[in-house]
Nanobody, 124 residues
Framework: QVQLVESGGGLVQAGGSLRLSCVAA????????MGWFRQGPGKEREFVAG????????RYADSVKGRFTIFRDNAKNTVYLQMNSLIPEDTAVYYC?????????????????WGQGTQVTVSS
């Protein structure tokens, strides 16, 4: 079992920045690929970004490319999502997810563990 705890959400004005963190409890974090997903009001959950076990490969949704950056610190069992140039459309609950394989995946069904989510609200 892997427990994931997100933090860093909040209310920010459009154009602002936030950094989300996800801490994983478990000794095998460094072997897992990690991902960030989000679910906006009235919307389905969608892939935001993913990173391989080593951090050497990352993928992004087109809607966040150039604005968001995913990175990880395996020594701290933590994955981050740096979000810049935020827009109101980024408003959502953001979820961290872990996959017991090393490569990045964009489908939520490919992930085995999920955090409880953290709310991000971007005001115009």
């Amino acid at each position: 079992q892997v427990q994931l705890v997100e933090s860093g959400g909040g209310l920010v004005q459009a154009g602002g920045s936030l950094r989300l963190s996800c801490v994983a409890a478990g000794q095998t974090f460094s072997t897992y690929a990690m991902g960030w997903f989000r679910q906006g009001p009235g919307k389905e959950r969608e892939f935001v970004a993913g990173i391989s076990w080593s951090g050497g490969t990352s993928r992004y949704a087109d809607s966040v490319k150039g604005r968001f950056t995913i990175f990880r610190d395996n020594a701290k069992n933590t994955v981050y999502l740096q979000m810049n140039s935020l827009i109101p459309e980024d408003t959502a609950v953001y979820y961290c997810a872990a996959r017991t394989l090393t490569n990045v995946a964009v489908s939520g069904s490919s992930y085995d563990y999920w955090g409880q989510g953290t709310q991000v609200t971007v005001s115009s």
